[in-house]
Each structure stands twice: as C-alpha cells, then as structure tokens.
C-alpha cells in the first residue's frame, strides 16, 4: 500500500507518454499550479464523465494558474482514442508501470461493490508552484469533484 501525499510534501516528479507518445514532466511546470488527477481507465463512464468536467472547466482553471493533468494506467494509443472520442482538452498521460501512480498514494487498495480489490484510487493531488503539495484529496468521486475543486480552491 502506497503511501498518501500530505500538504506540504514535495511532489513526486514524474515524466510520463501523453497521448501522442510526447513526454510529459511535472518538472514542465515548473512556477505554475498543477493539478493532478489520478482516474481507473480511459473509456469507462465515470473517468469520461470526470475527464469532460475537467475540460468544461479547463479556461476557468488555466486562468486561476493552474494546469490540468490526468494520469491512468493506459498505454498511449488508449489516451488518443479517449481523447478525440471525447474531445478532451486535459492533458493525458499514461502509468502503465504504475511507478507514478503508487509515489502519489494513488493505487492500493479499495472498495469495489462491497469487494477489497487491488487498484487506481480515484484521486486528486494539487501541486504548488514550487512543486510542493497543496491539497490531496482521495477517494474522490467522478461526479461533481471537478466543481468542489473549484470551491475548495476559491476560485
């Protein structure tokens, strides 16, 4: 079981293929808030639905400072079809290994209809611009989580 990140922590840096197969680095974003979203599968009702969220509010966001990343388990080619089947406008990354996603307290353990099962934990980790964790939220739900991110972000 992985541990989770606490305010105040340092992010775990990460470099990992966008959709495209481009890489992608926390380290990228260097001076800007980040905002990084941890989701099961690319193509599954509740990710879609979170993911569109994210897009919906992509502007509202970007000029509060913040960027957008969400990471999953899938292979590039998987972002991509997400991606364009959607309309997506977050940036995608894939952690197949799963390296990023256990250093961000992100996969363990959980409850899946009533059964313990080993996977993603819907998560959201907001890194300052100094690289630093601002909030971790775990356990989080598809529905409505983008809109109380904004709340709780004041924005």
Excluded: W
């Excluded at 990343?69 to 089947?85: N, Q, T, Y």
Aim: aromatic share 8%; hydrophobic share 40%.
């Amino acid at each position: 079981m992985s541990e989770r990140l606490q305010p105040g922590d340092t992010a775990p840096a990460f470099t990992l293929p966008d959709a495209d197969g481009n890489e992608v680095s926390l380290a990228d974003h260097k001076g800007r808030k980040v905002i990084v979203y941890f989701y099961p599968a690319a193509l599954t009702p509740g990710c879609t639905k979170q993911a569109c969220d994210f897009t919906d509010n992509l502007d509202v966001l970007a000029a509060a400072g913040y960027d957008v990343i969400g990471v999953s388990p899938d292979k590039p080619e998987k972002l991509a079809k997400f991606r364009e089947k959607e309309n997506l406008k977050v940036t995608l990354v894939g952690d197949p290994s799963k390296e990023t996603l256990e250093a961000y307290g992100a996969f363990g353990e959980k409850k899946l209809y009533g059964k313990v099962v080993t996977g993603v934990i819907r998560s959201t980790v907001v890194v300052d611009e100094a690289g630093k964790v601002e909030h971790a939220f775990y356990n989080v739900k598809a529905t409505g989580h983008v809109a109380k991110i904004i709340r709780d972000l004041g924005i």
